[in-house]
């Protein structure tokens, strides 16, 4: 295929456009649905050793 320096012919760009998106889409995805676990945990020890520390301070009282 002889095309012109610089420039793209649209059925390969728009392959590119489409892989992109894909591999954004698919980083994004693993990214929230690895880190969303993750945080929720966190948040969730936090709390309770939050309470285990009031916990403790009144019985220590």
Same mark, same amino acid.
């Given at each position: /295929?002889? @095309?012109p %320096?610089?420039?793209?012919?649209?059925s %390969? +760009? $728009?392959? @590119? $456009? /489409? *892989?992109?998106?894909w591999? *954004?889409?698919?980083? +994004?995805y693993? *990214?929230a649905s &690895?880190?969303?676990? $993750? &945080? /929720?945990? &966190?948040?969730?020890?936090?709390?309770?050793?939050?309470?285990?520390a009031?916990s403790?301070?009144?019985f /220590?009282?």
């Amino acid at each position: /295929m002889v @095309k012109p %320096e610089g420039t793209i012919p649209p059925s %390969e +760009f $728009v392959i @590119k $456009v /489409m *892989l992109l998106n894909w591999v *954004l889409n698919a980083d +994004f995805y693993l *990214l929230a649905s &690895y880190s969303l676990p $993750v &945080y /929720m945990n &966190y948040n969730i020890n936090l709390q309770r050793n939050q309470h285990r520390a009031v916990s403790t301070d009144n019985f /220590m009282k």
